[in-house]
């Protein structure tokens, strides 16, 4: 590994990398008190109703796959993990490394993408999808429908950040390949790390509030 | 000695001649240029979104209601609410005067993200794209509020298309404040200390903190009353146990702070203006300065008082009461700062003075009866009425916009690089009053009387009222015209101003009029607070004059 930083070409009216660096991730930290508020309003309705309707909400978590919840988890921190190194090697300029972690980190979080998508398959398969073909032997059926409305609200919610990450993931990914510059810019990879982070936070709230809400 | 460039000759290369093609135009990085962007694009909406208030005004002359159906005229109030908040109020002074001014004012080249400001601009043309489409299809009638579960569920409009369009213009919003936090840290001249800037960027700064922190909750409300309309999944649908007033909830969390959103901005302008007109300091500065912080932080928690007859807890009521009353504490020091810098100024009444003392007269008005509303028991009684429509009027169109007009004026020297006539600017800024006052305070007494909002069909005994009401928008509209016609007159041929044509203080006046692209041969380094009136020259004689007295 080249022991010293990447080099960052300065963008107008940036005369300094170092200004230039901590403005970037400062407007991304702005951001994500935006995403955090956007989250919150879902957050709120969550603890609405699991207050107004908690005995529903303990009967449908039941119908959740807990164990799909916990791979999950594992997988996202994981992915996580390997996006905090991919940072770390782009600010080294160590290309092909940063591209190696890169592709994992891409993996790992299409694999969350696809246990996500196999749980809302089954979802479809118990009738568990709010709308005209909810059916649920319960209490308050209402109530167990209102989680489900949550559930996917909230994590599908997530999924499209995920999404959003993934390609961009890609696109910076891509980009880095096939640019003629020796380094890659740590810059983007830095933001967009803090981005994977606050997506892999989200869903740290979202696991315990959707899997592990019942007693045993 | 070389001799300083004469003031007259308009600067030669400067950033609206610099580069002549539309498509510099529509690409341009220039925070100064997309402020002309926004500039054109608002006042499109300001003139929909008028139209629509004149045809409710024409309407309501008639106790019966005989030019709309009922459904015709919802549409109409809904056009006219959705337009003004989202498309001219809330980016009306941000867009176009922070996004010209705060670089200058601050001693930067341009924004922290030029690319991102463009960005913005044009986020804030889909979302406006999908809102004219939304009206011209058919249009949607639930109000500008979209309470549900009429929106999420009864109503037969174009609410989704609607609501996916202030989704999107939110996050111009986000983008904007997000540029304006990072621009006001990390681009501040040397010198330009936190305690140096100037007022109208503090307004601007705390405006940013509530476009950041409450605009994506009104994203994600509009967002699951989309879902809940689009795919039946109600989150706020009470068959299934869901809440409707959780919407409210939501939705106020950010449409209180919007208020702020439109009337920060505006009381930075008025600052900025009585300092200039007045040749004084500002008053009590640091008071001002925490006083929007004030304002920006209370107005998050206060939103209860929209719903003090929606069947919240009493003591919720209270305490929202008790808030809202506390909000008067920052804005009444603002009021009262600006009427001590006035005092013993040397006060010359130009036309952006007028539109500042309409501000504060105007203003306090509709504070007050901002109070009488945040009253639990008075509330009960004008809930719903045209009280609360001419409280708002007075804060949004007799405060906001008296304002946004005040700073246009003000700054069109250095904008355009030429004065605009005084003498019409004048009779402009009263006209406007004087419309205003007629078009609105009769609402007050409407409102008092019992007459509800948002119904066209009203009992005889209202008819004179409305009438009187009717007659003023005519003359409001004159109001707002005249400028838009003189203005676009004087941005080709009024006589050249000069680089500081009002001899003001503030890096912004320290360039040419119009500005080079970018801003400054040399950033500035600021060496003195920022309204430093009693250090100019013209200053030595009159301190002298007051120090005999
Ligand atoms: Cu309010």
């Known amino acids: 590994m080249t022991a010293e930083a990447a080099a960052e070409p300065l963008n107008f009216p940036f005369k300094e990398a170092a200004h230039q660096r901590e403005s970037a991730l400062f407007g991304m930290w702005i951001f994500l008190a935006t995403e955090v508020l956007f989250f919150g309003g879902m957050f709120t309705a969550y603890t609405v109703y699991r207050y107004s309707h908690w005995q529903a909400f303990q009967e449908a978590a039941r119908h959740q796959e807990w164990y799909l919840g916990c791979l999950n988890t594992l997988v996202l921190l994981t992915s996580g993990f390997t996006m905090a190194l991919a940072v770390e090697c782009a600010r080294r300029g160590n290309r092909g490394w940063l591209l190696g972690l890169l592709t994992i980190t891409w993996v790992l979080g299409a694999a969350f993408l696809g ?15 709010p709308g005209s073909g909810f059916h649920f032997d319960g209490t308050d059926p209402g109530g167990s429908e209102l989680f489900f409305v949550l559930y996917f609200t909230m994590t599908g919610m997530h999924m499209f950040h995920m999404f959003v990450g993934l390609m961009l993931i890609l696109f910076f990914g891509v980009w880095t390949r096939f640019s003629p510059r020796e380094t890659a810019m740590p810059n983007r990879f830095e933001v967009l790390g803090l981005y994977w982070a606050f997506v892999d936070i989200v869903w740290l709230f979202l696991y315990p509030l959707f899997y592990l809400v019942h007693p045993r | 000695m070389t001799l300083p460039p004469d003031p007259k000759s308009i600067s030669t290369v400067n950033y609206l001649n610099e580069e002549k093609t539309v498509a510099s135009w529509f690409f341009t990085h220039d925070h100064k240029r997309i402020a002309l962007l926004y500039l054109a694009s608002i006042t499109f909406f300001f003139l929909l979104g008028g139209v629509a208030a004149m045809l409710m005004r024409i309407e309501l002359i008639h106790p019966r209601g005989e030019l709309f159906t009922s459904t015709t005229y919802n549409k109409l109030f809904t056009l006219h609410g959705v337009i003004m908040v989202w498309f001219f109020l809330i980016p009306s002074i941000p867009n176009v005067l922070g996004n010209f001014l705060i670089p200058m004012m601050i001693g930067a080249r341009d924004m922290a993200f030029p690319r991102l400001n463009l960005i913005s601009w044009y986020v804030f043309m889909l979302g406006g794209l999908f809102a004219v489409f939304a009206i011209l299809v058919g249009g949607v009638d639930t109000g500008w509020t979209f309470y549900t579960p009429y929106s999420s569920t009864y109503s037969n409009s174009w609410v989704i298309a609607m609501a996916v369009g202030i989704f999107i213009n939110g996050f111009s919003s986000i983008f904007t404040g997000l540029n304006f936090i990072v621009t006001v840290h990390k681009l501040r001249a040397p010198g330009m200390t936190w305690f140096r800037l100037p007022l109208f960027v503090w307004t601007l700064y705390s405006t940013s903190l509530i476009f950041v922190l409450a605009t ?82 209370l107005g998050f928690l206060v939103w209860g008082h929209h719903m003090f007859v929606s069947g919240q807890s009493v003591y919720a009521g209270m305490i929202f009461s008790l808030l809202s009353f506390f909000v008067a504490i920052p804005s009444a020091i603002k009021v009262f700062n600006w009427t001590a810098t006035l005092y013993k100024g040397s006060i010359t009444f130009d036309t952006p003075l007028l539109y500042a003392l309409g501000f504060i007269a105007l203003f306090t008005i509709g504070g007050m009866t901002g109070l009488m509303l945040a009253s639990l028991a008075v509330d009960v009684h004008v809930t719903a009425t045209y009280f609360v429509v001419a409280h708002f009027h007075y804060i949004m169109v007799g405060g906001a916009v008296m304002a946004y007009l005040g700073g246009i004026h003000y700054w069109f020297p250095k904008i355009t690089g030429r004065m605009y006539p005084e003498t019409l600017a004048r009779w402009a800024a009263i006209i406007l009053f004087i419309g205003f006052n007629l078009t609105f305070f009769p609402m007050f007494i409407l409102g008092y009387m019992g007459m509800p909002r948002r119904y066209h069909v009203y009992p005889e005994e209202f008819q004179m009222l409305n009438f009187i009401s009717t007659i003023g928008t005519p003359v409001l509209g004159i109001g707002y015209l ?53 250090l100019l020259p013209e200053a030595a004689g009159i301190h002298q004059e007051t120090h005999d007295r």
């Not at chain 2, 869901?242 to 702070?257: N, V």
């Not at chain 2, 050249?496 to 040419?512: D, F, R, Y």
């Not at chain 2, 009029?513 to 380094?525: D, H, M, Y």
Request: glycine share 10%.
């Open chain 2, 216 to 297: 994506p909750v009104l994203a994600i409300t509009l967002t699951l009353v989309a879902l809940e309309r689009g795919f039946g999944i109600g989150i706020f649908d009470p068959r299934i146990g869901g809440d409707p007033l959780l919407f409210q909830h939501l939705f106020w969390f950010y449409s209180h702070p919007a208020v702020y959103i439109m009337v920060l901005p505006a009381m930075g302008v008025i600052s900025e203006l009585i300092a200039a007109f007045a040749r004084n300091r500002v008053f009590g500065y640091n008071f001002v300065v925490y006083a929007s912080l004030g304002i920006a932080f």
């Open chain 2, 482 to 534: 005249l400028p838009l016609i003189y203005l676009g007159w004087a941005s080709f041929f009024g006589r050249l101003a000069g680089p500081n044509p009002w001899n003001a203080t503030g890096l912004e006046w320290q360039t040419p009029s119009p500005p080079p692209k970018e801003n400054f041969a040399e950033i500035p380094v600021v060496t003195t607070e920022p309204y430093a009136y009693h």
């Open chain 1, 115 to 129: 246990i996500e998508g196999y749980e809302y398959h089954s979802k479809f398969g118990e009738h568990l999808v």
